[in-house]
C-alpha cells in the first residue's frame, strides 16, 4: 500500500514535470518512426557483418526470421533480400558498412534527441547539440549488441533444445528451450538496451537512476513487443483482417506500427524522468 499510495501522489506531478515538453512529443513519435523504417535495414546489415566479423557466423536469417514475426504482414518482408544485402558488395565491404552505420545512426540519432529533449532542463529544454549526435554512435553501439545478441540466441536456442532433449532424463523440460524461449529473451535484451539508452543519452545532471531508468525501460519493451503482438499476430490471426488496402497499404503499415511502437518509448522515457 506504501507504494500504491506513493505512487499515486506521484501521478499529479507527471504534467507539472514534464510541462512544455507533452505538446512536442507526437512530432518525435513521428520522427522517430520515420527515420526508424529508413535505417531499419542499413542497421541490420551493420549487426549482420559486426556479428559475423567477431563470430564468424551469418545471422541475416535470423534476424529476417525476427523481424518477420514482428512486423505487420503488408511490410512483405523479403529475408534473401536482407541477406543479399549483407553479403552483396564485397569489394566494397569496409565502405558499404560505413555508408550503413551512418544511415543507421540517423534513426538513432532521432531516438537521442526525443530521450534527451525528454529528460532536459524543464525550465529550458532542448534536443540537445553535436554531442547528442556523438551519443547515437554510442547507441549504435548498445542496440547492436542488444540486437545481435537476440540472433545468436535465435541460433543458439534450438541447438540447446536438441542437447537438452537427446538425454532421457531431460525430456520431461519441454518448455525452458523450446522456441517460444525466444520472445522472452528477446524482451530482457530489448530491456537492457532501454535501460542503457535512457542512462546513456542525458546530460550527467539530468541522468536517471538506474531504478528509474529500469522502470521506464520495463514500460518501453512491454509496449513495443505489445504493438508487435498487435499488429503481426492479433489483427491479422484472430480478426482475419487487414490493417490497410490498397497500393500503400505496405508502407501505412509499417509506418503507424513504427509510430505506436515509438510512442512506447516516449511514454516510457517520461515515466523515467518523472520517476
Excluded at 548498445?142 to 545481435?148: H, K
Amino acid at each position: 500500500m506504501t507504494a500504491k499510495s506513493s505512487l499515486l501522489r506521484r501521478l499529479p506531478s507527471v504534467p507539472r514535470r514534464l510541462d512544455g515538453k507533452l505538446v512536442m512529443l507526437p512530432s518525435f513519435a513521428a520522427a522517430m518512426a520515420f527515420y526508424f523504417l529508413v535505417s531499419m535495414v542499413p542497421f541490420l546489415i551493420v549487426v549482420s557483418r559486426a556479428v559475423a566479423w567477431i563470430f564468424s557466423a551469418n545471422l541475416a536469417p535470423q534476424l529476417a526470421i525476427l523481424l518477420r514475426d514482428v512486423l505487420p504482414p503488408e511490410s512483405r518482408l523479403r529475408p534473401e533480400a536482407l541477406a543479399e544485402s549483407v553479403h552483396g558488395g564485397t569489394g566494397f565491404w569496409a565502405v558499404s558498412t560505413m555508408v550503413a552505420a551512418y544511415t543507421a545512426t540517423s534513426g538513432l540519432n532521432e531516438l537521442a534527441r526525443a530521450v534527451h529533449y525528454i529528460f532536459s532542463d524543464e525550465n529550458r529544454p532542448h534536443p540537445g547539440g553535436w554531442m547528442r549526435r556523438l551519443k547515437s554512435l554510442g547507441l549504435l553501439g548498445i542496440w547492436t549488441i542488444a540486437i545481435g545478441a537476440t540472433a545468436i540466441f535465435l541460433v543458439l536456442i534450438p541447438i540447446a533444445r536438441d542437447a537438452v532433449f537427446s538425454s532421457s532424463p531431460a525430456k520431461q523440460i519441454p518448455f525452458l528451450f523450446s522456441a517460444d524461449f525466444r520472445y522472452p529473451a528477446a524482451f530482457f535484451l530489448m530491456f537492457a538496451a532501454f535501460v542503457g539508452t535512457y542512462t546513456f543519452v542525458p546530460d550527467p545532471e539530468h541522468r536517471p537512476r538506474w531504478s528509474a531508468a529500469a522502470q521506464g525501460a520495463l514500460i518501453a519493451a512491454f509496449t513495443w513487443l505489445g504493438t508487435c503482438f498487435v499488429f503481426a499476430y492479433f489483427l491479422p490471426r484472430v480478426w482475419g483482417i487487414s490493417v490497410f488496402h490498397g497500393v500503400m497499404r505496405s508502407a501505412l503499415a509499417t509506418l503507424i506500427w513504427a509510430y505506436c511502437g515509438c510512442w512506447g518509448v516516449l511514454v516510457g522515457a517520461c515515466w523515467a524522468a518523472v520517476v
